[in-house]
């Protein structure tokens, strides 16, 4: 067999246009995860991609992969000479197609890791479909080429089974969705994508329209309004898996575009939509991942949430709670302590054993939240406490503490004493580091949580006013409609998130539903009656004419198919999904186009680039 | 009872911060659509709208709706009169919660046409839970109102029953699509909406990039390249229902945004494709309409559809054929039909029934079309031919023509002689006019067809240079890649459409996968390397890499809607549907935007208004 040969065997066959044309009648029989021992003696054709090739004993073995699985693949030259010939020309990645016989693995050379390890396939015949050239990186599951490489090659990352399998589950979970929520009479809806821009928040994707120039249609960031309306429109109960667009600047686990399955219901309670949600998410659980999450699911006020955890999406997958020693301290001798708005503790048993290192990086990281340090006693193995601040306590404030806290030999306690909101974000995140470094969550564990009982509104330092806690067609809880006006942090909503191990799976609420009320909150939102015609008129108007009461929930699929694979990256359950500067390294979107197109439209390119915004300028002068 | 007493059960009850915040416990125990003589006795909860109020005998009757339908309740002041009482206040579309018993219909009042119409329901208590403003039209499936109004308040418009059963409708199809496509294996893949813009024909929407400044997103046309990409990837079988967008000037049965059952498989041949599909359009028409279609679609070359219909999209629920009869008047005395470049005849049985007016309105419609005029022949009840053209014929023409049309008393027969493309489109046109003006159209039956065997390229006689019928990824039949650049015209493509009732609901094809096939076609199209490459890169990179031979095919959802619907107007089957002009009379979409959020994306409007296109300019001048 000389080198010659094999070129030749190649050409032979590697004709493209007549791999093109046809198959020449050949179909599948199997896929390649689908034949075992009860098969052995039956003629099946297989088709699929080169994973390996190794040759031994005058044999050609190949592995044979498709979306399924893999199959060992025999050329002998006893039984197909020309096949076994040609079959040197194989390489990693070529399409192949071939007929055989299946065989039982040798004595001893079966393969118990691997659905078709018992068996092997004889090739009696074969077809080249394709050649490959060299991937750019192996297509294994271990793979350390970088991520830039990766989504260039999409199409070749997406061959690797780990990544391909976070597809076929997410299909599945979809599916499950749809038929839970069709079963219970919810109607699938398609809302527009070319839309009005509203003023929710996030910033729109725009769109130019070129039949009505100057003007703009913008991407939804939800379909909030729209499910509104076919309330209104009696459509009674709505659903819909949908791409959502917030053109923000993307944090490590945002997409540009992304999936929710947003639902709304008419003539609902809060119990009706809690208890179809998690019949949902049970679903979604139980039929991709075998997993049984629990009949009701535990409730938690926010007010506890941030009480405890310092979060209003605690992972209670473990405890390790907060605690507040403000009143301890309250005009005591440490004027740190004394004088702080917020003072809390978190007491972390073992702790004895950080190093100085570690409590130096956790006195970092807590200063991404805004924390000016983090205070801490270490309660060593004789019961002393070793603190740079334990100093400053009395005696009285040290046995309350170690009273309030149940402070034992080999703890440590950290403190935060600062502004509620970063005591809570400091200590709330730190709480999620301790736990990990403790090994103190259940890594296979599913702790689903309600978070109820939001404020409707907090305060904007920066603007100076009230905005909508989840958005402005949010009901206040009974009764409070009334007293927004005089105490607005005060009112709680009709409102309700779902988490699970510590991430926002869901959210939603009971809507506003009459004009009267609507107006209200905008009163109490500072929007005046212009304003709001303007910007929300159209829903206004619909609330006129007899809209019912109404609400709903969203959840973010990508999220949940993260948590059912395991997956560490949202890239790694879309399919073709956009780096953090929300480009496509695949296709090189988005891209120049033709200057035609955008006078068609009726806009051009600014001359001189945006202006950095004002701060930016400043810092930099 | 006099006004006032209403306004103050009114008032008494309309208090909206109360209705908002609760329906007090109350859940509906049926739909409107439900009760029927099996639940006499039973005490109900019903929640919907008033259709309909009548004060009859001191009762108050309503009619209650829902999404399902609708149920009678009455008002009695014997059995709650502090019910009764506060009724007077309702009107039509407020929106009700009633607790109440049902009851048997009194004797001979049933109503057989409503399926709750043998009961009706005594209310005990009922609460308001919204009032309405009167509709600017009435919610009735009869409905005169201009469309426009019924745009602007589409709310109020998907109230009626005929409206929101298209919906209703449409879920249903929508779902037995995915159980039908996931119980072959075809996992439901979501592919990007921001994505690269790409020359296939139609013009792009575009998304200013605002990280990516003087850069633009486009909104996908297809998911056609992103399909073709997932089967590289070793995905095997995908299908997503998907929103496409299109900035065309709309005709009246299209939208900017429409949906598309799209699907792609791998290692098909296009039996597989074209079963599959076959399974799919009997699933959809079973489960939704209970509508049989045959197991095996009959089938039809493009050639023998032109020839004979006329048209690539025949109906075929009715004959009336398109006959050649060029080589009769070959070389003969009558110049017009002697020097066409194709001459047709259609025949019509019992077309001497024809007003003179009726064929001059026929004359007038095939201009549209390109057609000089219109010829005709009337063979009357005596066997005499009138008409204005017979004289030029020789006694052998008009045997020939008489034996080939098979020519009876009482036929009209028609005429084009013309280029093929206006003969056929006129014919065949007018062959669609004539199938209803002599009723030879079964309204009531679905006539499904394969187009097969089209041509792979087409001229552009504006271009002048040949292009591709589907798109440039069809793969052409055996053998012929070869000839593709000897004889362009004479290619076929491995593509089918499939054609219902004469609309066009789905088409596919199977796709080149080899990077020197799809080179060879560029070079048909005559485009360049590096034109290719700038436009299909990452495409033609991709079939470098073991691409597998794939096909597939995307039907239009919206068009199979209005079918199964009968829906006269794609506005009809689209939640939020735009006006031709591209807006959307409900939320005043396209809008302005303001300046700087066009300044965060590094566009502005043009100063002066987009300049006409030239030869407009032209005719102007």
């Not at 570690?358 to 406490?385: H, N, P």
């Amino acid at each position: 067999m000389t080198e010659q040969s094999i070129t030749q065997g190649e050409e032979r066959d590697y004709d493209e246009y007549r791999v093109i044309q046809d198959l020449g009648g050949w179909r599948r029989s199997h896929t390649c995860n689908q034949l075992t021992a009860a098969d052995i003696g039956s003629e099946v054709t297989l088709m699929g991609w080169v994973q390996f090739r190794r040759d031994h004993g005058g044999l050609i073995f190949i592995d044979l992969r498709d979306r399924e699985g893999l199959t060992q693949c025999v050329f002998s030259p006893e039984v197909a000479p020309e096949a076994h010939e040609r079959a040197h020309a194989i390489r990693v990645e070529y399409v192949v197609a071939l007929k055989g016989v299946v065989r039982a693995r040798p004595e001893g050379m079966a393969n118990p890791g691997m659905a078709t390890g018992e068996v092997e396939i004889y090739a009696n015949e074969w077809k080249l479909l394709n050649t490959s050239d060299t991937p750019p990186f192996p297509i294994e599951d271990r793979v350390d080429a970088a991520e830039m490489l990766r989504l260039k090659y999409r199409y070749l990352d997406l061959r690797r089974p780990r990544l391909a399998k976070n597809f076929i589950l997410r299909n599945k979970a979809a599916q499950a969705a749809r038929r839970y929520l069709d079963s219970l009479g919810f109607l699938e809806i398609e809302t527009p994508v070319l839309t009005k821009s509203t003023p929710e928040g996030a910033r729109d994707f725009l769109v130019p329209s070129r039949l009505s120039q100057g003007m703009f249609y913008a991407l939804p960031q939800s379909p909030q309004i729209f499910k509104q309306l076919l309330m209104v429109a009696g459509l009674d109960r709505y659903f819909q898996i949908v791409k959502c667009f917030r053109d923000e600047d993307l944090r490590a686990d945002r997409q540009p575009e992304f999936t929710q399955i947003d639902i709304e219901m008419s003539f609902p309670d809060e119990e009706q939509i809690m208890g179809m949600a998690e019949g949902l998410v049970r679903t979604l659980f139980k039929e991709t991942i075998g997993a049984a999450l629990p009949e009701a699911f535990p409730r938690m006020t926010y007010r506890q949430a941030m009480d405890e955890y310092g979060s209003d999406k605690p992972d209670i997958r473990f405890e390790l709670k907060l605690v507040d020693v403000k009143d301890i301290f309250a005009g005591g001798g440490f004027k740190v302590f004394a004088a702080a708005p917020c003072l809390k503790a978190l007491r972390v048993a073992g702790g004895l054993e950080l190093s100085r290192k570690e409590i130096d990086d956790y006195t970092e990281f807590v200063k991404i939240y805004g924390a000016q340090g983090l205070a801490w006693i270490k309660v060593k193995e004789d019961g002393e406490w070793q603190s740079p601040i334990v100093k400053f306590f009395s005696e009285d404030e040290k046995k309350a503490l170690a009273e309030r806290l149940g402070m034992q030999n080999g703890d440590i306690v950290f403190f935060q004493a600062a502004p509620e909101d970063v005591a809570n974000a400091a200590l709330g995140n730190l709480r999620l580091k301790l736990g990990e470094r403790f090994g103190l969550i259940d890594e296979k564990a599913f702790a689903p949580l309600w978070v109820t009982d939001f404020p409707l509104l907090e305060y904007d330092p920066e603007d100076k006013r009230w905005v909508a806690k989840h958005h402005p067609f949010t009901s206040p809880q009974p009764g409070q409609m009334e007293t927004i006006a005089s105490d607005p942090g005060g009112a709680l909503a009709r409102a309700y998130d779902l988490v699970l191990n510590g991430s926002e799976i869901g959210g939603g609420s009971i809507r506003i539903h009459t004009p009267a009320a609507q107006k209200a909150m905008f009163q109490a939102l500072g929007i005046g009656d212009e304003e709001a015609e303007e910007k929300f008129g159209f829903l206004i108007e619909a609330l006129k004419f007899g809209a019912p009461p109404h609400g709903g929930i969203a959840f973010g699929l990508d999220r949940i198919i993260m948590i059912l694979t395991g997956a560490k990256s949202i890239r790694d359950v879309i399919a073709f999904p956009k780096t953090q500067k929300a480009t496509c390294l695949m296709t090189e979107a988005p891209n120049v186009v033709g200057k035609k197109q955008l006078r068609e439209l009726g806009i051009q390119l600014r001359e001189k680039p945006a202006e950095a915004p004002a701060e930016q300028q400043k810092s930099e002068a």
